[in-house]
Every structure is written in C-alpha cells, then in structure tokens.
C-alpha cells in the first residue's frame, strides 16, 4: 500500500469528528442500536423522519435526500408542519427535547399518526418531560407504540471533516452580538453559556473523550471552560451512567486525550472583518454560502443555481484552501483534460472503423475482435467518471466566474493585498486614504472593513487621523456605527496593543506578493479571462488564534502555555484554586472553539498549519497517533459582512439608535 493510502486508511480507522457524527445518526436512522441493519437484513426498513428546525441544519450538510433513502427513510417532514396519519409506519423522531416540541410530539401520539415511535432527542431529555410524554403515550393507549427513547448528544452542526458550529447564522441566539450587547442581563447570559456548555459536552460524547482545557481568565471563554469542566466531572463522578467509560474512546482518543482551547472573539477582531483570498473562504465572503450549499446568480430571466460542496467532489477537497489564482489555472487544466477525454473517444469511432467508408472497412480488417472489445469496454466504463468530472468542473468554472465577477467588481484583490500587510505590521505601499477616498474601489461596507483592520491593528490612531478617516467613510456612505463599538470596545479592553504584538509576530515572516498581472486564461468553453486581477502569492503566516493554539499543542513556554488556565475533568479532587499535575507532553489532537463566532479563513488556516506541522510523515518513521489533528469550533459561522452588521448593531445600541 502506498502511504497515502495508509494515511487515508489511518484517518478513517481514527474516525473524523464528520464520521462520527454521520456514525451516530445511520445508527439512528437503523433502528438498531448496534448500528447495523435490523436482523442484517440487506434490505433497508422502511421509515418516516420527523424532526424540528435545529434537527434539519444538523442532518443538512451530512446526509443527501438520496443517503436519506438509502437508509430506508421514505419521508422525511416537519414536526411542526401538517403530517398525515400513515398508521403502519414506524416513525423516528429527532428534535430537541423543548416544551412545544415535547407538546406537539404527545399530540402525535393521541392523534396515532404512526404505527411505531422512535425517539432522538438532540440533547437529553429531562425527567418532567419524560413524565409528560409517557402520560400522552398511556392516555392514547399507544404505550406500547413507544419502541425506544434516546439521548442522542448530537447538538452542534458539522460542516467540514474537522470543523463544527453551533448555529446557524439565522440564529442569533448566542451570536457575538447576545454575548455582547450592554443589555444582557445575568439570566440571559447564564443561559447562553448553558447553551454552548451543553452543546461541548455533547460533541465530547460524540468524540468518545474528555479533553484537557485551557482558556484564557476574565471572559466567556472562561465562563464555559468553568461550566464544562464541572459537567465532565460529574460525569465522570457518576460511575454507573457515565457517558465516558474506557470503551468510548475508540481509534484516536484512545491513544491520547485531545486538549480543548476555548478562546474568546476578543483575541482577534481583525480577521473576521478580512478580505481573503482561498477559494473557500472567498465564496463564503462573497456569494450566499450556508450549510455547504452556495448560490450562484443565474443572472437576468434566469433561474439562480444551488451548488452542494461536499467530501464526494475530489477537486473541491484539493482546492478549497488554495489561493484563487491557482483554482482558477486547476479548473483550466481539468477542463482541457476532460476536452482531450472527449476528443479520444471520438476519434475511436473511425478507428473501430464505425464512420463506414473504404479506409475504415480496411482498418476494420486489420483490428483483432479482442482489441476493439477491449477498447469498446473500457471507454463505456469509464464514460460515467468522465461525465461526473465534467459537471464537477463545469459547476466549479460556474462557481469560480462569479467570485471573479465579485473579485472584478470591488476590487478585493486591492482590499487583500492592503490589509494582509497591516495585519502583519510591514510598510504599506499605498495610502489607505487613497483606498477609501476612490468610487471605483469596492462597496461602502469594504471600505469600512479596511479601515476597521487598520484601527484595530494599529497601536495609537490620533484623533485627528480618526476624524478624517472617519469622514471620507462618511463621504463614501458608511455606517460608522460598528467603529463606534469597536472603539470603546478597545478603550475597555485596551487589547490593541496586545492584538497589534499577536498579529506582528504571526506576520514576521512576510506577507503577501504580487507577481505579475495573470496571464490572460482564456478558454472558450468557459469564459475564463482571469486578466486584471493580480495574481497575488500569499506567503503561509498564522493568524493569532493558530499561534496560541500551536503554543499550547507543542507545550512552548510563553504567555499563552503559562497564563492559560489548565483544567483537567478526569482528576476529580479538583481542589479548587489548587495546582493540578500537568502534562509536559505535547499534544497530538487539539479542539480550539471560539465564543463570539469564527469564519472560514482561520479554519483554513489551522488546516495549513496542520499540514506543515505533518509535512514529510511516512509510516516508517513516525507512530500514525502522533500526527498532529486540529478540529475547529465556534459558536456561529458567519462571513465578514454578518459579523460586521452584529458590530454595527452593538454601536447602535451605544448610541441608543437601536
């Protein structure tokens, strides 16, 4: 076996954070607690799956419609839409366990929808509601049509192999903006840090482990690391129905224990406001991209088309994290490769001598009977392949020509180059004045983003630079609420000099480079012309978040190893306040999970980080378990444009306009 292949192999056998979850939810959707089919069967049992909002965005981006069926599942509805009553199905429920969830589930059961109940609750279930319910069930006569009851522990969505959240950004129920506003009271915010506790706790279940925890004192991130360290430890306190006994942590985990790095949003305001330049995060920035699924405009009298981007499409997997430049020229090469496929199985045609004609008919002669099966077989076979890379890369040039067209328009690349240099603290080529003050350079809302990473990442911005800048933003037809918050919000944390020494360090090793205009890619099946954008280099440097984390993995001495707390759920004489024995190795697998929100750009730039780190791995020479893995986690995923719009509703707030 090649190595990429044991590396593969190893991946799967250590089962990703996406695996797992899709594991706990087949076995689910089985009715088998064993995960396999009921009396291994071949044949699927046929099934109804109801669930609520929260249960939707979770199954949303790890199982298709045609997975769904697969798995035996014929319907697949609301439970708060109008079902209708098909009494000889089972029907597998998989909501939270909330007051009118519980409400409308009891009413199915008076109403004897279903022939038979299965039971999901996404968090578990309280005793006063399991109360409820079974009074419903013996009230319908239907306790017998209960078959079983689950605590799934499945409360957060996943989106990549090794990134979750834990809302949608619809949901702004523990949104940076409710961790934040001056309004929130001490119930609300217990609430929330409640929510996100839970929510870590049910993805240490799912992960079969109970981590190390560090957090930095004084903010949120500490609130939930306090909250979840007691939760682990009652757990685990509680023999009989732990949730972590030695059998769970199965493939990786068992090994070693992961560390878990809560860190709050206040480590780094600059990069959820970044203009970026892989390909993921780019679309994500740019066009309507949620759940894995992206929409792309179909452009006048035409219908707007959705694209899933999912683990299946191998160029997606290869390409999200480069730099647009270099998808642009892999989607180029794909394409004149699949043009040179088509071109060989029409030149076959008069090769097998099927065109008619005295040269066919004497090639036809010449061609053994094996060789033309041979050839004939192959290319049918291989026709499917061929036509499934084809739509793959005709929907990536679809996907790719419109955050060109988006590139094009605002001008991004100049917006980039600009900001990657006064994130990393070297000499700006040009004046951000200049940038702000042009018509012709990006929307009112980039300008803002520009100027909101310059005053973030600069130590000391007089007033009077302030004013100006302030009143070109204005000109240019800014809100400037979101700087409203955001200077008071440095005024009180006085972090700027923190973030500024953060982002320099991360930055020392260069920046970015721009290396000629593109060389005109233009191909007439695609419309491709990549002219006028610079094709800008980046140069690999970690972002604040990536630097703390590699601190703490590789147990370097420096303010983030010795001024995180260290707090361990597994040594239960936890005297409070106490020095608890800490471990001195380094740590392979890393959970870092941001309170107030993430964004793809760090996600992408841990993923590189980790690549780096496992650069040159062979089996020979290193165990597979030391191979570094870091999963990301954040309360919401947003994009630069909703996380600005959270600020400039805190600035609203501030100033009593809300």
């Avoid at 799956?49 to 199982?63: A, E, H, M, N, S």
């Avoid at 892999?330 to 699949?338: D, F, H, N, R």
């Amino acid at each position: 076996t090649s190595t990429r292949d044991l590396n593969t192999l190893y991946l799967s056998s250590m089962g990703s954070l996406r695996d797992r979850q899709v594991e706990a939810l087949k076995a689910m959707l089985t009715l088998d607690s064993a995960g396999g089919p009921k009396n291994n069967n071949v044949e699927p049992s046929w099934k109804v799956l109801v669930y609520d909002k929260t249960g939707q965005d979770i199954l949303g981006p790890l199982l298709s419609v045609k997975e769904l069926r697969e798995l035996g599942v014929t319907l697949h509805l609301l439970l708060h839409s109008s079902r209708d009553t098909i009494p000889d199905a089972p029907a597998v429920y998989f909501c939270l366990p909330s007051d009118e969830n519980i409400q409308r589930i009891c009413q199915d059961l008076s109403s004897h929808l279903y022939g038979s109940y299965y039971y999901n609750f996404i968090s578990p279930v309280s005793r006063t509601k399991l109360e409820d319910l079974a009074t419903a069930a013996l009230q319908a006569g239907s306790e017998n049509l209960v078959q079983k009851l689950f605590d799934q522990y499945t409360n957060f969505i996943c989106l990549e192999s090794e990134m979750f959240c834990l809302k949608q950004p619809r949901d702004s129920s523990i949104s940076y903006y409710s961790l934040n506003r001056g309004s929130v009271n001490d119930t609300e915010m217990e609430d929330m840090l409640t929510t996100i506790t839970d929510s870590l706790f049910a993805l240490c279940v799912t992960l079969g482990t109970v981590p190390i925890i560090r957090c930095p004192a004084g903010n949120a991130a500490e609130a939930v690391a306090a909250k979840l360290d007691k939760k682990l430890r009652d757990n685990l306190r509680d023999a009989r129905n732990s949730l972590f006994s030695d059998g769970t942590a199965t493939g990786r985990y068992s090994f070693h224990r992961p560390v878990l790095v809560l860190v709050d949003r206040a480590v780094d305001m600059a990069t959820p406001l970044h203009h970026t330049w892989t390909y993921q995060a780019l679309a994500h920035d740019v066009l309507p991209y949620n759940q894995n699924r992206v929409t792309v405009s179909g452009g006048e009298m035409k219908k707007d088309k959705v694209y899933e981007l999912d683990q299946k499409d191998n160029f997606w997997m290869e390409h999200k994290g480069s730099p647009f430049p270099q998808v642009a020229e892999a989607i180029q090469e794909a394409l004149e490769l699949i043009k040179g496929k088509e071109e060989e199985i029409k030149s076959m045609k008069s090769e097998l001598g099927l065109g008619g004609g005295e040269a066919e008919e004497n090639m036809l002669s010449n061609l053994s009977l094996t060789d033309n099966t041979a050839r004939l077989t192959n290319a049918v076979s291989s026709l499917p392949e061929l036509l499934e890379k084809k739509r793959l890369i005709d929907m990536h040039c679809s996907l790719a020509t419109s955050v060109l067209d988006c590139i094009k328009l605002r001008r991004l690349d100049v917006f980039f180059e600009l900001e990657e240099k006064i994130m990393s603290g070297t000499t700006l080529d040009k004046s951000i004045m200049e940038v702000l003050s042009d018509p012709q350079n990006g929307t009112p809302m980039d300008k803002l983003r520009l100027f909101l990473i310059y005053f973030l990442c600069t130590p000391a911005v007089s007033d009077a630079e302030y004013d100006q800048y302030a009143g070109a933003l204005q000109a240019g037809g800014c809100d400037l609420s979101a700087l409203t918050y955001l200077r008071r919000w440095r005024s009180f944390t006085m972090i700027g000099s923190k973030n500024l020494e953060l982002n320099q360090v991360a930055g020392q090793q260069g920046t970015t480079k721009a290396v000629s205009m593109f060389s005109s890619l233009i191909s007439q099946s695609s419309n491709f012309v990549m002219a006028g954008v610079k094709n800008l280099v980046v140069k690999k440097h970690n972002l604040p978040i990536t630097k703390i984390v590699d601190d703490i993995m590789e147990q370097k001495q420096g303010k983030f190893n010795d001024e995180y707390k260290y707090l361990d759920p597994k040594i239960l004489r936890g005297n409070e306040g106490g020095q608890i024995p800490r471990t001195k190795t380094p740590f392979s697998d890393a959970i870092v999970f941001v309170v107030g929100g993430g964004n793809y750009i760090e996600y992408q730039n841990l993923q590189d980080y980790v690549k780096t780190k496992n650069v040159g791995y062979t089996n020979n020479t290193m165990n597979p378990a030391s191979l570094r893995r870091v999963v990301y986690g954040c309360t919401q995923l947003t994009n630069s444009d909703q996380f600005l719009n959270q600020l400039t509703m805190l600035g609203k707030d501030i100033t009593g306009e809300n």
